[in-house]
């Protein structure tokens, strides 16, 4: 995610100065460096507290993150430029979609609920897949465990992250 960013923050500094133009880059700009700033506290919490930083931290980075993303994709500039910055944004709303899991409804219910996805993992799959993805049976009762514990909210963004949430329990795998 750091490379991303220094990689848009260099393409700003560039357009600036070959343009001269005052287009929204600036506040995109901006978003970017305290977006930047955000990921250099969450990399300290890090180092100070291992892999337990604080989810409101996570959120608040995950929110800047689309923020910034729809800026940057919004930003009226030569051709040219916005395909060279659709490359980093890619890979930037990627990253940013892989946070929302994390921090979304989905993750707060198995957090609230202290539920255990790998409770569920009592087969295994074909050889297409690894044996600690969830099958679809197993899928389908932690749909129905969402559900009833959580609501609509956290049960429609699990379907959303069906192939993510899938793997869940392949994380702690050796």
């Not at 990253?95 to 569920?120: H, I, N, Q, R, W």
Request: overall charge negative.
């Amino acid at each position: 995610m750091a490379k991303i960013l220094l990689f848009l923050l260099s393409t700003f500094f560039v357009f600036s100065i070959v343009s001269g133009q005052q287009t929204n880059y600036e506040n995109c700009l901006t978003k970017l460096n305290k977006m930047k700033n955000i990921l250099n506290n969450l990399k300290l919490e890090t180092t100070k507290h291992g892999k337990n930083v604080k989810i409101g931290n996570l959120e608040t980075f995950y929110h800047m993150c689309i923020d910034t993303t729809n800026c940057v994709e919004s930003m009226e500039i030569p051709e040219l430029l916005k395909s060279i910055l659709r490359f980093g944004t890619m890979f930037m709303r990627s990253a940013c979609e892989d946070l929302g899991l994390k921090v979304g409804p989905f993750s707060k219910c198995m957090e609230k609920t202290k539920f255990d996805v790998t409770t569920l993992k009592n087969t295994t799959i074909g050889e297409d897949k690894p044996k600690c993805w969830l099958t679809p049976d197993e899928f389908s009762e932690l749909q129905r465990v969402v559900q009833e514990q959580c609501g609509d909210e956290a049960w429609e963004d699990m379907l959303k992250n069906e192939d993510k949430v899938k793997v869940m329990t392949c994380e702690n795998q050796p």
